[in-house]
């Protein structure tokens, strides 16, 4: 079997997701928490995910990125926890000649894993790319823990650095002008640069980004990570760590829906992965709110292909009531939207 899931984090959504809490079975909860609920259950509940030939996949779009509009749901939620094991934090920081490495590497609560923190291992890593001027930038414009972010990242994903540095100003790559030649910037021009740069940074991690499917493993070994980060998700998803995941993934979503290209990209997917006689099985959560086109022709291709697909459509509207799965267009619809979903 083969599994797919494309997630809209298009800024449609955000008021679908982001709604109040309700009461459910005796509990607050809102929709999102609801939402990951769901993925988290099918990753770690399925029990048709557990042979060595099942694969999953999941793709998230509306990304805010115009040149990166949808990406791998696991590899950004992995990105957001760059912990390592305690040799590998050793040779990314020995790498770069850091001295004193342990004085940079902090043990995760009980856990095995550990991350890097502080200024130091960045600005030698940017030093090294061709910006030997850069220590007071970064330790100006970036807390410990948003450093150590960072070189993890750009230490996993090189290519992406230069492309960073390019947008640093001259005086971190060529030093002081002198008085004569001296552009002064205002402190709140500099602000919004340094804000600027720090967005294309976190905007990094997902250019050249791999998309492919994983095994049950794989993706566990993902979730297991995050919880160092938010806490366990053996339990239904808090509205804490909602609050939490939310924050963290905000610099990258709520931008244009492009379901369409999305589905193509998925198709492609389904082809490459899948075998002969392999279920396949694609779940869409979306509003329905495509901004590239027509999804339906692409979708039926898709389950003409043999791929059952499963529509959640979320609206703004609060219900209780047992839903139901249709597999064909209800005439009392009224939503244009709904229909407008696989």
């Known amino acids: ?135 007071q930038y970064i330790q100006e414009h970036l807390s410990e823990e948003d450093a150590g972010f960072l070189f993890v990242n750009f230490a996993k994903r090189s290519d992406s650095l230069p492309k960073v540095i390019q947008e640093l100003p001259y005086a971190c790559k060529y030093g002081v002008l002198s008085v004569a030649t001296k552009v002064v910037v205002p402190k709140s021009e500099e602000k919004r640069i340094a804000s600027k740069i720090v967005k294309m940074a976190q905007d990094s991690l997902l250019w050249d980004q791999k998309k492919k499917a994983r095994s049950r493993e794989e993706v566990i070994a993902v979730i297991d990570k995050l919880s160092l980060r938010y806490g366990s998700f053996s339990k239904p998803f808090s509205s804490e760590q909602l609050r939490k995941l939310l924050a963290d993934i905000n610099p990258y979503i709520y931008g244009q829906t492009p379901m369409c290209e999305t589905l193509r990209f998925t198709q492609k997917m389904f082809e490459v992965h899948s075998k002969e006689g392999q279920i396949k099985v694609l779940l869409i959560i979306s509003d329905g709110d495509a901004t590239d086109g027509d999804p339906v022709p692409l979708a039926k291709s898709i389950r003409n292909s043999g791929v059952t697909i499963i529509s959640c459509l979320l609206t703004e509207e609060q219900t209780l009531k047992p839903k139901i799965l249709y597999d064909k267009e209800d005439e009392k619809w009224y939503e244009q939207h709904a229909k407008c979903l696989p």
């Open 1 to 135: 079997m083969i599994t797919g899931v494309l997630m809209d984090v298009s800024g449609s959504m955000k008021s679908k997701l982001n709604l109040d809490a309700v009461k459910f079975d005796k509990e607050e909860v809102t929709r999102a928490q609801t939402v990951f609920n769901t993925i988290f259950d099918l990753i770690k509940e399925d029990n048709s995910f557990r042979r060595a030939d099942e694969k999953m996949f999941a793709l998230a779009f509306g990304l805010v990125n115009e040149e990166v509009r949808f990406c791998d749901l696991i590899t950004l939620l992995d990105c957001l926890e760059p912990v390592c094991d305690i040799n590998t934090c050793r040779s990314l920081l020995a790498k770069y000649n850091i001295k004193n490495v342990s004085s940079y590497i902090k043990r995760c609560d009980n856990s095995q894993m550990h991350r890097i923190v502080g200024h130091e291992p960045l600005i030698q890593m940017v030093i090294e790319g061709g910006a030997p001027y850069c220590r």
